[in-house]
């Protein structure tokens, strides 16, 4: 079983709609990243979290530590958010990151 | 600034070639990383380094080898190319610092590999 788990794979919205991804893990962890992969293949974080909640422009993402969960929410969907969401974890005490598989996210016009 | 700049983006190699990987970072960052990433799969750690002149294993170490020379490079050679190893390569870097600052790493563009 992966430590890193998100949901769903694939997700197709519409333009304006509010969309949520999930993360799921199960391991003590330091922090949880969400990062952000274009169609050209570069990677750029987005938020970094070890409690509670972060929010930068239409982008939110909490975590519930006792849960071992975070979520990421786009408001007001547009394109140019299509992309891939990665999830990772750092486990407690390392300095290695633990990966998620990414959830591809196509928003249409 | 450049932040992370990989070279080459895109290689194609016969099996049993060799090639080096360079990573460049221009942030002065401690940390640095090589990663590859495959269809399906999640970012998979190769090597690290947490300093000049350090280097340390990853999740997949097989196969490749790494050295941190200089603080602003982290290269990874492949000894001996394999189809296998087909992916596309990131380096990363971030500051220093104790594991629980938490900051976040800065990603190059990557680079496409293909082994015949």
């Known amino acids: 079983k992966n430590e890193v788990e998100q949901s769903p794979q694939n997700l197709t919205a519409q333009e304006g709609e509010f969309i949520t991804i999930n993360c799921s893990y199960s391991v003590g962890i330091s922090a949880l990243h969400w990062l952000q992969q274009h169609p050209g293949g570069g990677i750029v974080s987005l938020f970094m979290?070890?409690?509670g909640k972060k929010k930068h422009g239409r982008l939110i993402a909490t975590i519930n530590i006792q849960e071992k969960h975070s979520s990421l929410h786009i408001t007001a969907s547009h394109p140019r958010d299509s992309a891939v969401y990665i999830c990772a974890v750092r486990k407690g005490g390392s300095e290695k990151l633990v990966f998620g598989k990414g959830m591809k996210l196509t928003v249409n016009p | 600034n450049a932040g992370v700049t990989q070279t080459p983006k895109f290689r194609v190699l016969k099996t049993g070639q060799s090639m080096t990987l360079l990573c460049a970072q221009d942030m002065n960052h401690e940390y640095m990383y090589w990663y590859r990433q495959d269809p399906g799969m999640g970012l998979r750690l190769i090597h690290y380094s947490v300093g000049e002149g350090t280097t340390a294993k990853g999740e997949v170490p097989d196969g490749y080898n790494v050295s941190r020379l200089k603080k602003q490079n982290f290269l990874l050679g492949l000894e001996s190319a394999a189809p296998s190893q087909t992916s596309v390569y990131f380096c990363?870097?971030?500051?220093?610092?104790?594991?629980?600052?938490?900051?976040?790493?800065?990603f190059g563009d990557g680079t496409r590999l293909s082994i015949l």
């Open positions: 979290l070890s409690s």
């Open positions: 990363a870097s971030r500051p220093s610092g104790n594991p629980y600052s938490n900051q976040p790493q800065h």
